[in-house]
């Protein structure tokens, strides 16, 4: 419960943040029911919604999740992909994260340092064309699963918590 109200607040400064764009250019795309029943409460609408990710999350759900908005992302129909979720710091801690999942942030990006040419054994492009989108994957997959295990580490301190004082 209390893991809730974190995320609903989160939620709701991550989307201070976006204010300053059209209601309509920000879409939500809700995992978890209870997340999903924020969002409609909220009177914003979910792109869908998707509560078996959340509960037994696998690689193929999490990828046939992605992959339509990775699609948009490249055909330009959205402008950034950003990830909201619980990372599991232990059993009694969870952090509300935000992520920019794309673009993805280069070194170069977030240091401003000098550019290096780097040579690559294969090319450049084949290099960049398989490994980027296993990585993309990877990272979507890795935030679901944080999310998923810092639920169950928060569940897990609720019930030793009530036992105790039981």
């Known amino acids: 419960f ?34 999903s029943d924020y969002v409609k409460k909220t009177n914003r609408i979910p792109q869908c919604s998707v509560d078996e990710l959340s509960a037994k999350p696998t690689y193929e759900d999490a990828i046939s999740f992605i992959s339509p908005l990775v699609e948009k992302f490249q055909n330009k ?31 170069e990006t977030k240091s401003n340092t000098k550019s290096y040419l780097y040579i690559t054994e294969p090319a450049m492009d084949t290099f960049i064309n398989t490994l980027v989108p296993m ?32």
């Open 77 to 107: 129909e959205i402008d950034k992909i950003v990830l909201l979720y619980n990372h599991h710091k232990n059993a009694a801690v969870q952090v509300p994260t935000v992520e920019t999942y794309l673009p993805l942030e280069t070194i």
């Open 135 to 166: 990585v993309v994957r990877m990272k979507f997959y890795a935030a679901v699963i944080d999310s998923n295990t810092a639920e169950h580490g928060a569940r897990t301190t609720a019930m030793q918590t009530a036992s105790d004082n039981a």
């Open 2 to 35: 209390i893991t809730y109200i974190f995320m609903r607040i989160f939620t709701e400064k991550t989307l201070k943040e976006y204010s300053h764009l059209p209601e309509q250019d920000i879409l939500i795309y809700p995992i978890g029911k209870k997340i």
